[in-house]
């Protein structure tokens, strides 16, 4: 079974487009968009959802008011700031209630009840380009990461069920929670970058994470003519890193386009085609290497 | 009043409008960057960084002589950091959410505080205006603790002028998190398909809240008109459009702020400016 990641450090890169692009030229691959915070990845393949299901993680408190005798307690203890005092007496803020139970299990009236959270949706569907795994977490909520790795968990579950062995993931923004979940177990990270400032800062933040990781690394510049100084040093300081170039993708209006048709870019005929069929070679190359 | 710059989706322009706004800021403000898993502020604004300090959050030591495996500590832990294992006590530091319960619950004092890196907080000056920045430590999964101890140098910061957020994307607790002290929010979209999923879900986690909101719509005339009709439809005011042009990609590709390097974009950003003070002034007057 091999996984790829598709992540990036810094939003708007074109992750998602160029997953997009990589699940219509996979042969054989189990797809998966772990940015379970705003997953984007549907809107090129329009999935057709066969399965739905909940999904619960961790737990919130909630003072019960006829149990409460207004000691204060729970308030003192909470690390988050979580229990306002108003007029009616205290109540817990689900938004900043971190889900520790100190309050619950030192309430010395046991006032406060536990109840778990249901903290989003996930879904198995069929994709024109083979069984697609994803999810939608409610806004606010946390466990981005244990839902990210349940996602991971079901697809390699189907690819071994349909007799498949490549899971292709469209990672999240950033180097935190969900993108440490994705990572774990990885074998190689697709880094899409830009050559902008932040693109280069975010590239070596995520970089040192896949390096923690020992992941393989391939690096793939998106908008590359838009700088194309800042792409060579973008390039050469990955290839001094080890990793391997996945190519350099021209800012061009094609990506946008298929998007607005709610396709995969590689799908409409556009000049990129060639290139993004040269880059997701060289990322099975270097899977398999 | 505290403003903050947030959007649903990543790369929609966020840093490009508060680099941007802080330019044009026409009076000394602070300058927070709570992006703390990819702060890009300080690309654009070049801050003169007078202090960086290492942030810290508190976890459980155990002092094994002491423990007596009795678990209450283990029962207790809602986050898997804490576990007796075959007549062992195990911390697992990186798991811990530092609520303090386990410290608490010991009957024997046999837990004490540790630390653990969460990153470091940077401040200093960018031209008139404070700038603060969170960096979260590579390998660190929490961003919001790091958050947290940012936005307690609120109510100081405040005292002396406007705070400028440059929120992190998405509508999961940290992006929520980044807009929960603001007076007003501005919400960066871009009219692509990709923008305008995001920009509905980010819409839907902010209203809640209850605080005003404006969207502005970067690379304006680039994909369709969802954004636009959705705003009109939900009475959204759109405070700024962008357009859409190789020369702000370029501009921005060398770290310039295009407010003030393209002919044409500066009145777009004061005109933002003047339309987040008056709704932040409208609510004030309201409250």
Known sequence: MREIVVISGKGGAGKTSMTGAFAHLADNAILCDLDVDAPDLHLLLSPQIKTEESFLSGNEAVIDPDRCIGCGQCAELCRYNAVREDADGYRIDPLACEGCKVCVALCPEQAIDFPQKHCGQWYVSDTRFGTMVHAQLFPGEENSGRLVTLLKQKARAIAEEQGLDLVLCDGAPGIGCPVISSMAGTNLAVIVTEPTPSGLHDLKRVAELCDRFRTKVAVLVNKWDINPDLTEEIESWSTGRGYTLAGRIPHDRAVVDAMLERKAVTETGSDLTPLLERSWAGILALLDS | ?287
Not at chain 2, 216 to 221: E, K, Q
Request: charged residues 25%; negative net charge.
């Open chain 2, 1 to 287: 009043m505290i403003y903050a710059v947030a959007s649903g989706k990543g790369g929609t322009g966020k840093t490009t409008v508060s680099s941007s706004l802080a330019a044009l800021w026409d009076a000394p403000a602070a300058l927070v960057d709570l992006d703390v898993e990819e702060p890009n502020l300080h690309l654009f604004l070049n801050p003169d960084l007078s202090s960086v300090e290492k942030a810290w959050i508190e976890v459980p030591e155990a002092d094994e002589d002491k423990c007596t495996r009795c678990r209450a500590c283990a029962d207790l832990c809602q986050f898997k950091a804490i576990t007796v294992m075959a007549d062992t006590l195990l911390v697992f530091p990186e798991m811990c959410h530092g609520c303090g319960g386990c410290l608490a619950v010991c009957p024997e004092g046999a837990l004490f505080p540790g630390r653990r890196e969460l990153g470091e907080i940077c401040k200093g000056t960018a031209g008139r205006h404070r700038f603060v920045m969170g960096r979260l430590r590579v390998g660190e999964a929490m961003s919001p603790p790091l958050m947290r101890q940012i936005r307690e140098l609120f109510p100081a910061l405040a005292k002396d002028g406007d705070i400028l957020i440059d929120a992190p994307p998405g509508v999961s607790c940290p992006a929520i998190n980044a807009v929960a002290d603001a007076d007003c929010i501005v919400l960066v979209t871009e009219p692509t398909p990709f923008g305008f999923h995001d920009f509905k879900l980010a819409w839907e986690a902010f209203t809640p809240l209850g605080k005003p909101m404006g969207a502005v719509i970067n690379r304006a005339d680039l994909g369709d008109s969802q954004v636009t009709d959705f705003c009109r439809d939900n009475n959204i005011p759109v405070w700024a459009e962008i357009p859409y042009s190789r020369d702000i990609a370029q501009a921005y590709s060398r770290g310039e702020i295009i407010a003030t390097m393209l002919k044409g974009l500066e009145p777009v950003f004061t005109t933002l400016r003047d339309r987040m003070r008056a709704a932040a002034r409208k609510e004030a007057t309201h409250a």
